[in-house]
């Protein structure tokens, strides 16, 4: 690390990301045309030709055709109208929720989802180096943490986490949530322990929601409550293993939810009937012991 990255690490991982979110529009603007994919130029024809200034215009949409690909056509559709076809539903519901309000504040889905996922990928960069300089607090000075933070810049990920794609917000929010959750370990005041230990399961909650396997985070939860209970069997301290496992379990059914509550919407929508009572004539995956539609669609659609 150099003196100027040791005394300022954050300016200086903003400074990198910018370069490299500049070199990534470079490589996006000098790519070629729409090619064979002409679903994004369908989907931008709302756009109004009529501009005072035609070149700004097609420039603007040469770049966005260029990043509005694939899922993330799905997702700003969503966005604009919600879901109306079942298989829209193997994308995050979190995500496109966000991008709807963000859409109803500042019109324009596109341009404010791109601003939103931007800033969404520099939080996770400054979560994950805070993240590692905690859990490694010895390792070079921070530059192990600095050296972190740039890997997740420059990402394979590349244009992803760039583009209208829930990735870059589900990072943010997992890596918040380990943060706190880290703290929270950290801490020897009950209040402020528990409260970071639900404020983390509640950041991957709302993670899971954009991306079903965020729900994996619940692991940490499941770990610390056998953890809490054999000790607490194991001390003599049982009334104090309880209180510990009533907190950690309240962040656990708050990462649990992210999965449940998207299930539920969707579960109404198409297996209950507007009356509040089962349909007759019911979709696939309504009847089944768990009836998920995030597995439905991807094993009857994809």
Known sequence: MGRLT???PVLSLVFIFAIWKLFLLGVTVGS????YDTSTAIALRHLSPASSDHQSLSSVLSISQKLLRWDALYFIAIASRGYVFEQ???FGWGFTRVLS?????????L?????FVHASHLLSVLFLYYLSHIVFPHEGNGEFAFVSAVLHIISPAGLF???PYAESTFSALSFLGYLIYVVSL???QPVIRATAMIAAGASFGLATTLRSNGVLNGLLF???????????FRDGRVGHALSELIIICSGGVLVALGLIVPQWIAYEEYCVAPSGQPTLEKRGWCGKRIPSVYSWVQSHYW
């Open 186 to 188: 950290r801490n020897d």
């Open 111 to 115: 341009a404010i989802s791109l601003v």
């Open 161 to 163: 986490l760039s583009a």
């Open 32 to 35: 070629p045309g729409v090619g």
């Open 88 to 90: 829209e539903w193997a």
């Open 101 to 109: 309000y963000l859409d109803r504040a500042n019109p324009g889905p």
């Open 222 to 232: 499941l770990h610390d409550a056998v953890n809490a209970l054999v000790g607490g």
């Open 6 to 8: 040791r005394t300022y």
